[in-house]
Structure formats: structure tokens, C-alpha cells
């Protein structure tokens, strides 16, 4: 999808179509807390658990993918959110950035600034936008911790 199209699709209500790598316990949060967001939808995700998928499946009705790439291939999806053991990011950033998907990663972004460096090329060499996941760094138990270690 162009970011042309995509953006066409925004300015007429139709909500980012999500698809999600990782089903565990981030997803579910996530999924919590986006349920009532009327402008993103999960149409798609990939996991290695069946089991995982076909709960997927049966409250999204959406796309369920054993491979990632394949999933990063689906017309069907605008945004990939990478939610998998950050040691697997890299490839999965790469991969959704080649295919032409918007990425939001969670954090930590990757296991070292070699991946990080990476994955941002890859963002900006294919024209997608590259969002890593919030961080906690400045919340008030890690300032806390800062002030007691101080």
C-alpha cells in the first residue's frame, strides 16, 4: 500500500490494519488497551503456537500466520507490531520494513546498536515509519530507584 492510499484510507475513517508478531502477555496488554480505538484493527497475526492463533482467529477473525514473511505479505496489513523476544526483532523489523509495512517495535528496541543501526536503515531505506515502544526510564519507581542508588 502507498502511503498515498494509506493515508486516503485515514482521512475516510478506515482505521490501521494491524498485524502482530508475538501473541503472549504484551500482546494481551496491548489488546487491552487499545480495544476501544476506533482507528487501528488487528487483521492479521503470526505466532509459533497454534493454540495462540486460533485464539487470535476466534476475537479478531483476522489472518493467522505460522511464517512471518508471509504475513508481511498480506495487502491486508499497514502496520506490523513486533512483539516477539527482542533478540528476534532485527530480522522481523527488516523483513516487514522490505515488504513496505509501517513497524512498531517493542522495547528494548534490539540486543545492540549494530540492530538498532539496522533496522533504522532498513526503515529508512524502504520509507516506512520505525516506532520503538515506549520506555519506562523515566516513570516514577525508575526515578525512584535513580534517587535511592544515587
Known amino acids: 500500500m502507498t502511503d498515498t492510499s494509506l493515508k486516503q484510507r485515514l482521512a475516510a475513517g478506515e482505521p490501521l490494519r494491524f498485524g502482530v508478531v508475538g501473541l503472549g502477555v504484551a500482546f494481551k496488554g496491548i489488546a487491552r488497551s487499545t480495544a476501544e480505538w476506533p482507528h487501528i484493527t488487528f ?7 497454534q493454540s495462540a492463533l486460533d485464539a487470535f482467529k476466534a476475537e479478531y477473525g483476522g489472518e493467522t500466520y505460522l511464517d512471518f514473511a508471509e504475513m508481511c505479505k498480506s495487502p491486508n496489513v499497514d502496520v506490523v507490531y513486533v512483539v ?5 526483532h532485527r530480522e522481523q523489523v527488516i523483513t516487514a520494513a522490505q515488504h513496505g509495512k509501517h513497524v512498531i517495535v517493542d522495547k528494548p528496541m534490539a540486543p545492540s546498536v549494530e540492530d538498532c543501526e539496522a533496522m533504522n536503515q532498513a526503515a529508512e531505506k524502504a520509507g516506512v515509519v520505525l516506532l520503538c515502544g515506549h ?14 542508588i544515587s
Open 135 to 148: 520506555s519506562h526510564s523515566y516513570g516514577p519507581a525508575v526515578r525512584k530507584m535513580r534517587e535511592v
Open 84 to 88: 516477539t523476544p527482542n533478540r528476534l
Open 43 to 49: 487483521t492479521a497475526a503470526c505466532d509459533i503456537r
